[in-house]
């Protein structure tokens, strides 16, 4: 009789150390592609539910991607000798580049039905903030002698109709990033018809408390817009007003504020409110914001403040949006993730509800496998879905 063996895997110095190579640089794949999908299903497992969200939201592909080299390389162990491990280690990886597909599969469908023309080849090559530049920069007001600038985004002219227009506000918890962190953003609306004006406020830090001024800054901007409107050949009655979180806390502040008749410019003048006002991942909330504590929001609540909530309960309250909900706002688009920590969706969605009850003509958009900040990665499929939802709130308010 017969018998059939299974050949025996390869020996020899040279096999050993590749079996080696590969098993370790495998094994620390894996460990990263398991912490990163596992945190992104499951947001509440410690240190994994931080980078899980960031990274396997923004960049699945990637992380798909790694999973399969990862499960290549235990392959190639298992074949050389390393059975058990490479076998385990092949399925783990295996089923993490299927989880990492299977949300940019969810993500991909979300792009779809906010009718973006997605692009692959972003998603793959624009990983950050692309080298946008503006077409102009400009000094919109000089409180107590500090320049603050704006960067505009124009679009091409089009003969007898003038463009709608947004005022940006940048994120960075009130006392750090700056106005070019829209490059991306701005460009991308202007290309697709509507005006930015990016621009840059006043920064709070350690003793230089800016929660009366920040506010005040949006305001002169937008009152700067409005009075240049036909210079830059846009329509005065459809400038909105925005920003991304810390931005959106201070432009919704300010954009309800003006509609309620509780600030002004520097310069003691009022301009008209805008005509929406849009807030992507923002803090509703500047007490609650002190409480979560979730990532330097405590820190940043203080700094901007000057305080805590006990010591300054009237400068929280002024500075949240929270304060001004009632009737006759703006039209307002929220823009929040679903993983987002800081600007937790409950939190954004809630106030929508609020907003709502009052007759505020809201809408809401939450973002799958999306945390704070989802578009700093432009390419990302977050990325584009968030641009196409604001360009169509932007527009459709145009009409």
Known sequence: MTTHRTPAAPTGRPVRILRAASAVLASFLAFLALAIVLGAYFPTIPKAGVIGPVLGGQYPFHVALMALVAAVLAALAWRTGLVRWGRA??????????????????????????????????????????????????????????????????????????????????????????????????????????????????????????????????????????????????????????????????????????????????????????????????????????KDDVAGTREAAEMFTGGTPRQYPDRYREVSPTSDVRAGLPRTLLVVGDRDRSARPETVTGFGDALRRKGVHVEVEELPFAEHAFDDAYGSLTSQTSRQILLDFLIKDAR
Request: with cysteine.
């Open 89 to 290: 280690v092949t399925v783990i990886t295996a089923l993490c580049a299927l989880g990492a597909l299977a949300i940019g599969g969810i993500q991909f469908r979300a792009a779809q039905n906010a009718g973006v023309d997605i692009s692959l080849s972003q998603v793959f090559t624009e990983l950050t903030y692309p080298a946008a530049k503006p077409d102009a920069t400009e000094t919109y007001a000089s409180p107590e002698g500090e320049p603050l600038r704006a960067d505009v985004y124009l679009p091409e002219k089009t003969p007898g109709k003038k463009a709608p227009a947004v005022v940006l506000a940048h994120a960075g918890g009130f006392h750090t990033f700056d106005k070019s962190d829209l490059r991306g953003t701005g460009r991308w609306l202007a290309d697709h018809g509507v005006a930015v004006f990016a621009v840059d406020y006043r920064l709070a830090g350690p003793g230089r408390p800016t929660w009366n001024k920040a506010p005040q800054d949006l305001v002169s901007a937008l009152k700067w817009v409005q009075k240049n409107a036909d210079e830059y050949d846009i329509d005065n009655s459809r400038i909105s007003l925005g920003g991304m979180s810390a931005g959106g806390t201070l432009a919704m502040n300010t954009a309800y504020r003006l509609r309620n008749g509780t600030i002004e410019a520097a310069d003691g003048t009022v301009p008209s409110p805008p005509a929406s006002v849009i807030g992507f991942y923002p803090g509703t909330d500047v007490t609650r914001m002190w």
